[in-house]
């Protein structure tokens, strides 16, 4: 995937100038303060924002996306969940295993309104490891977790990264050397 000059303003505020750079297979850490266009550039790589000006070629057509915010269906339970996003395509077999690593897998028929916030954090990172997709988008994953659900994730990310690009924005330059990611930097 490549970005070439992306340019967006809100109401004559510059969120994004001249920003470009190439996804490829791996891990590409997008890093800035807060504010400075991160979420909004992923909105635009997705096809929910339209840039002002600017390119994107050769973009994927099936995003496994991990948002801020969780976005699950709080009345249902965690397989629930996944089979809801994935449809026909879950795999059933790898979806428990991967609820297994995550620490999920006894949680059986329990509704996710009574899971903790890094439980939901973690089943939200699975839904977007399970959809079918050709590049994956995580927006700050690791928000919630405590250091060895961290360490888990950031193996689990690592493994996926091996098969298709991940941009992961984060704000912890931690993240970026953990998963020997790529690391674009936004200007403020």
Same mark, same amino acid.
């Not at 510059?14 to 991160?38: H, I, N, Q, Y």
């Not at 801020?68 to 969940?81: P, V, Y």
């Given at each position: 995937? &490549?970005?070439?000059?992306?340019?967006?303003?809100?109401?004559?505020?510059?969120?994004?100038? *001249?920003?470009? @750079?190439?996804?490829?297979?791996?891990?590409?850490?997008?890093?800035?303060?807060? $504010?400075?266009?991160?979420?909004?550039?992923?909105?635009?790589?997705?096809?929910?924002?339209? +840039? *002002?000006?600017? !390119?994107?070629?050769?973009?994927?057509?099936?995003?496994?996306?991990?948002?801020?915010?969780? &976005?699950?269906?709080?009345?249902?339970?965690?397989?629930?969940?996944l089979r @809801?996003?994935?449809?026909?395509?879950?795999?059933?077999? +790898?979806?428990? !295993?991967l609820l297994?690593?995550?620490?999920?897998?006894?949680? $059986?028929?329990?509704?996710?309104?009574?899971?903790?916030?890094?439980?939901?954090? &973690?089943?939200?990172?699975?839904?977007?490891?399970?959809?079918?997709?050709?590049?994956?988008?995580?927006?700050?994953?690791? !928000?919630?977790?405590?250091?060895?659900? &961290?360490?888990?994730?950031?193996?689990?990310?690592?493994?996926?990264?091996?098969?298709?690009?991940?941009?992961?924005?984060?704000?912890?330059? *931690?993240? +970026?050397?953990?998963?020997?990611?790529?690391?674009?930097?936004?200007?403020?």
């Open positions: 995937m &490549r970005i070439e000059h992306l340019n967006k303003a809100y109401d004559r505020q510059t969120v994004l100038r *001249d920003v470009s @750079f190439r996804l490829e297979k791996g891990v590409t850490c997008l890093m800035a303060p807060s $504010g400075s266009g991160k979420t909004t550039l992923l909105r635009i790589l997705l096809g929910l924002e339209t +840039a *002002d000006s600017g !390119t994107i070629s050769d973009a994927p057509s099936r995003w496994g996306v991990l948002f801020q915010e969780d &976005r699950l269906l709080e009345h249902l339970n965690a397989m629930e969940n @809801f996003a994935a449809g026909t395509a879950l795999d059933e077999h +790898a979806a428990q !295993t297994n690593r995550l620490g999920l897998g006894q949680e $059986g028929n329990k509704r996710v309104k009574d899971y903790s916030g890094g439980m939901k954090r &973690r089943l939200a990172l699975a839904r977007a490891l399970l959809v079918p997709s050709d590049a994956l988008a995580l927006d700050e994953p690791f !928000t919630g977790l405590d250091e060895e659900n &961290r360490v888990i994730c950031l193996r689990i990310i690592a493994e996926a990264a091996g098969e298709k690009p991940v941009l992961l924005i984060t704000h912890d330059p *931690d993240d +970026a050397a953990a998963l020997n990611a790529a690391v674009l930097q936004l200007e403020q």
